[in-house]
């Protein structure tokens, strides 16, 4: 069955250290997506791509990075984390979706403390 | 202005019973999509139900219906006999298929937090 997963589920770093949180698919989806949830404000949208060597800048995008070399994957690097960027991290990925419904499908996340 | 707006950010419901749970949003797109995600305790997210604007009826998946008033700009979600299983935050979402381009992004509301009572 196609799946999209994270790795890691849990990561513990230090101020001013570089993080890369994983993600795959499996869906074959040439759009992927990373948010971050934090308590109160829902999920918010981190950077998007829409295929292979495509990234775009979401609403919370300052200190995060993707890149973007095949469709499967779309690692998301924190340059220098802070403790600002403690949070539950999702990965998302779906179909192109003109007026289809074509959902998101998310992996199982990743909850990330910056000491 | 907050594009989805969830104003329920807790509720409680009988076992059985029967639920609306509250998402009103904002856009001059005239084409978008409306989603709506649970999220258990356990994490994930998962998607329930979608509502095209172009759609003429209500969307309907088992328990869940998505009460779609589009001159109101709100799309509900009703979940009938409840089930303790659907106790979890729930999350209202929208697609701008124009203005948010054609592959157009989520914009999550701030959820509404259910707990179904035995």
């Known amino acids: 069955d196609a799946e999209i997963t994270q790795s890691p589920r849990h990561k513990i770093t230090e101020t001013g250290r570089q993080v890369t949180l994983a993600c795959h698919q499996t869906?074959?989806?040439?759009?992927m997506f990373w948010y971050r949830q934090d308590l109160g404000h829902g999920l918010r949208l981190i950077h998007y791509?829409?295929?292979?060597?495509?990234?775009n800048k979401g609403e919370v995008s300052d200190g995060y990075s993707v890149s973007r070399s095949n469709t499967e994957d779309l690692p998301l690097t924190l340059e220098s984390a802070a403790s600002s960027q403690t949070s539950v991290y999702f990965c998302?990925?779906?179909?192109?979706?003109?007026?289809?419904?074509?959902?998101?499908?998310f992996g199982p996340g990743t909850r990330l403390t910056v000491l | 202005a907050q594009k989805i707006t969830q104003t329920q950010p807790g509720m409680f419901v009988q076992e059985k019973e029967a639920v609306t749970l509250d998402c009103t949003y904002d856009?001059?797109?005239?084409?978008?999509?409306l989603f709506w995600y649970k999220q258990p305790s356990s994490g994930e997210m998962i998607f329930l139900i979608y509502?095209?604007?172009?759609?003429?009826q209500n969307a309907t998946e088992g328990r869940y219906s998505l009460n779609f008033q589009k001159a109101r700009k709100s799309a509900n979600l009703v979940i009938s006999a409840s089930q303790l299983g659907d106790s979890a935050m729930y999350f209202c979402?929208?697609?701008?298929?124009?203005?948010?381009?054609?592959?157009?992004?989520?914009?999550f509301g701030k959820g509404t937090k259910l707990s179904v009572k035995p």
């Open positions: 998302a990925s779906s179909a192109f979706s003109g007026r289809a419904r074509n959902e998101q499908f």
């Open positions: 869906w074959n989806h040439n759009n």
């Open positions: 791509s829409y295929g292979v060597q495509d990234t």
């Open positions: 856009t001059s797109d005239p084409s978008y999509g």
């Open positions: 509502q095209g604007s172009y759609d003429q």
């Open positions: 979402a929208m697609r701008e298929d124009i203005l948010g381009g054609s592959q157009g992004n989520l914009i």
